[in-house]
């Protein structure tokens, strides 16, 4: 089966190399000297890195690119929008919280950005991690609350592109919802629906086409793909967000971390409620202060989050083993990656030059 290879568009900003940390390109950070984006009244803009992003990543190879939302971006909507004239096939994997949108004005974005696209819109469904960033929304509503919304959202988004549609439920009411004729027929927007709690993981039994996880322990993921196949009546397929950091040697890559790991910071948890950061925090608990006794299994490195926010786990090595570790995944039953490195725009150069050539599990 063809594996899907996406990568991620820093659209919150990057910085000149994962060792570094400091943001000088892209997103809305202050403008610094050597700053690519903001700049100094050069007119080029948060935008214009993330096109370049998406016009290397489609030359690379990769099938499209995920569009990250946090309160520090722009819309993934709009960027979205803005960025499809620069690519020709490249698809476009737009994260939302469904709890800000009302699921009829989602259908009818969704199939208005289909039709002007030739179908290149893909959902990331996130349900929110809570804590503090969720207040910044305006969201007050319980964790396993936000996943009943989101299964909800869902059911009327599907009705509604196949409408007419009536729902009176516990957070929508539609009579009669549907399209207008000129927008139906488009394809549905494939889902990718991230979550690690049982409340995700049922949710994502009913309406996951992939789901997604940040990486683990490859026997830890596993069994969370075991849970989540035991709860649909048809199992979705797996797609797993991976940071990369490969060199032509392994010590080369390691060093890479060794220099960042001299401004490392424990980050705290800022009040999340997200399971998926606790889950993936306690497979180091009780690791040594090295940056190597991170590394949980060959090349699996949980330290990540030390260097810059996002997830904590991803691969270290040389482009041979990067590439190992990816085939393992894939036999494991990956179907998709969402691979990430930084800088996004020399990082997914290299990885597109380097390491996906050298995989043995069949791309699209």
């Known amino acids: ?11 919150e900003g990057d910085a000149p190399a994962l060792r570094l940390g400091d943001i000088t390109r892209g997103g809305f950070g202050p403008y610094r000297p050597g700053a690519l984006a903001p700049g100094a009244n050069d007119g080029y803009g948060p935008l214009d890195y993330m096109a370049e992003v998406a016009r290397a990543t489609e030359r690379a190879g990769f099938v499209g690119g995920l569009m990250p939302s946090f309160p520090e971006t722009d819309d993934p909507w709009a960027a979205a929008a803005s960025l499809t004239g620069e690519t020709s096939a490249y698809r476009f994997m737009i994260a939302f919280q ?3 949108l009302h699921p009829v004005q989602a259908a009818r974005m969704s199939a208005s ?11 990331n469904i996130i349900s929110g991690g809570g804590g503090p960033q969720q207040l910044w929304w305006g969201d ?11 299964s909800e959202f869902l059911d009327v988004l599907k009705g509604v592109w196949n409408g007419p549609y009536d729902h009176d439920g516990r957070f929508y009411t539609v009579a009669g919802g549907a399209l207008p ?16 709690s049982p409340a995700a993981i049922a949710a994502a039994g009913r309406h996951a086409d992939y789901y997604l996880s940040w990486l683990e322990p490859f026997d830890a993921l596993a069994e969370k793909f075991a849970q989540v196949r035991a709860h649909s009546d048809t199992p979705p ?15 080369e890559a390691w060093e890479e971390i060794r220099r960042g790991w001299a401004r490392a910071s424990d980050r705290a948890s800022g009040g999340t409620e997200s399971v998926g950061w606790k889950r993936g ?16 299994q060959p090349n699996v490195w949980g330290g990540f989050d030390r260097l810059r926010p996002g997830p904590l786990f991803g691969l270290v090595g040389d482009y041979h ?10 036999r494991l039953g990956v179907d998709a990656f969402i691979l990430a490195g930084v800088p996004h725009l020399e990082e997914a150069r290299r990885v597109g030059r380097h390491v996906l050539p050298l995989l043995k599990g069949k791309l699209s």
């Open 181 to 196: 004729p000129d927008l139906r027929g488009q394809p549905f927007p494939e889902i990718y629906f991230s979550g690690s």
């Open 1 to 11: 089966m063809p594996v899907d290879i996406y990568w991620r568009i820093a659209m």
């Open 98 to 100: 469904p709890g800000f």
């Open 113 to 123: 950005l289909q039709a002007a696209t030739g179908g290149r819109v893909v959902y």
């Open 321 to 330: 083993q990067v590439a190992e570790r990816l085939d393992e995944l894939i």
């Open 140 to 150: 007050r509503v319980d964790h396993d609350d936000r996943y009943a919304r989101t």
């Open 237 to 251: 397929k797996f797609a797993v967000r991976v940071d990369v950091l490969a060199r032509e040697t392994e010590d």
């Open 281 to 296: 925090r306690s497979f180091t608990e009780g690791a040594g202060s090295s940056y190597r006794d991170l590394e949980v």
